[in-house]
C-alpha cells in the first residue's frame, strides 16, 4: 500500500511570495496527481504528472521519480489560490484509484 | 461538454434511511470513481466501476453501500440504513487515460 505524505500540513504566506508544497510517497507509481479543493469543497485537477516538470499559469509541478518525490510551486501567489492542495498517486495494478496525501491547507494573505 | 455531473449536491438523511447519490462521468468516459473525504480526514478511493462493471470494490465498507454504473444513465452509489459515521463528502471522478476528472461532490448529512 502506498503511503503518501504531504509537507507543509498548514501554510500561511503573504500575497506575492513563492510556494513550495511537497509530497513524498512509498512505492513506485504510474501517475500522480496534484488537486486544488476550494473552501466550498470542489476538487480540481491541477496536473498529472508521470515524469519532469509541467508548467500552468503560475502553477508549476515537478516529479523525481526516483526520489519518490514531488513539489507544486506557485509564483506571485494571490490570495484567490488560498485552498487546500491535495497530491494523489495511482500505484498502478488493481484499482487505479487513487491514493490521497492529506492535504496542505493553504492561505494566502493580502 | 458539461464535466462530472453529481446530485444532489447536499443530502439529509435520518438514521435508517436510504442515500442514492449520482454521477455522470465526462462524456465519453467510461469509468468511474467513487471517494469519501469524512470529516476533518483525506480523501479516500471507495469503489472503481466501468459500464456494467465493478472493477475493484476494496474501498467500499462490507455492508449497506453498493455502488453500480450501468449501461445507460448515472452511476449510483447507494448507501442503506445510513448512520451519523456515514455522513461526509462522496466525490466521484471519471477518467480517461488516467486523467480524472471531479465532479463537486454530494455532502450526505445524517441527522
Known amino acids: 500500500k502506498n503511503e503518501v505524505e504531504q509537507s507543509p500540513q498548514n501554510l500561511t504566506a503573504q500575497e506575492g511570495e513563492f510556494i513550495t508544497i511537497n509530497c513524498s510517497y512509498s512505492v513506485g507509481i504510474s501517475a500522480l496527481h496534484w488537486l486544488q479543493q476550494h473552501p466550498g469543497g470542489g476538487i480540481v485537477s491541477l496536473f498529472m504528472l508521470s515524469s519532469g516538470k509541467k508548467k500552468h499559469g503560475r502553477l508549476i509541478a515537478t516529479i523525481n521519480i526516483q526520489e519518490k518525490h514531488s513539489s507544486l510551486h506557485i509564483t506571485a501567489s494571490h490570495p484567490r489560490d488560498s485552498a487546500v492542495y491535495i497530491c494523489?498517486?495511482?500505484?498502478?495494478?488493481?484499482?487505479?484509484?487513487?491514493?490521497f496525501g492529506k492535504g496542505t491547507h493553504l492561505i494566502i494573505q493580502p | 461538454n458539461a464535466g462530472v455531473m453529481q446530485n444532489p449536491r447536499h443530502l439529509v438523511r435520518r438514521r435508517g434511511q436510504e442515500a442514492r447519490l449520482r454521477c455522470s462521468p465526462m462524456k465519453g468516459h467510461s469509468h468511474v470513481y467513487w471517494y469519501r473525504q469524512l470529516p476533518e480526514e483525506g480523501l479516500k478511493f471507495m469503489v472503481y466501476l466501468q459500464k456494467e462493471n465493478i472493477i475493484d470494490e476494496s474501498g467500499m465498507p462490507k455492508e449497506r453501500f453498493s455502488a453500480e454504473f450501468p449501461k445507460e444513465g448515472p452511476s449510483i452509489l447507494r448507501i442503506q440504513q445510513v448512520v451519523r459515521g456515514d455522513s461526509a463528502a462522496y466525490f466521484c471522478?471519471?477518467?480517461?487515460?488516467?486523467?480524472?476528472?471531479f465532479g463537486s461532490g454530494t455532502r450526505l448529512t445524517v441527522v
Open positions: 494523489a498517486v495511482v500505484s498502478g495494478g488493481g484499482a487505479d484509484g487513487l491514493t
Open positions: 471522478a471519471s477518467s480517461s487515460d488516467r486523467a480524472n476528472t
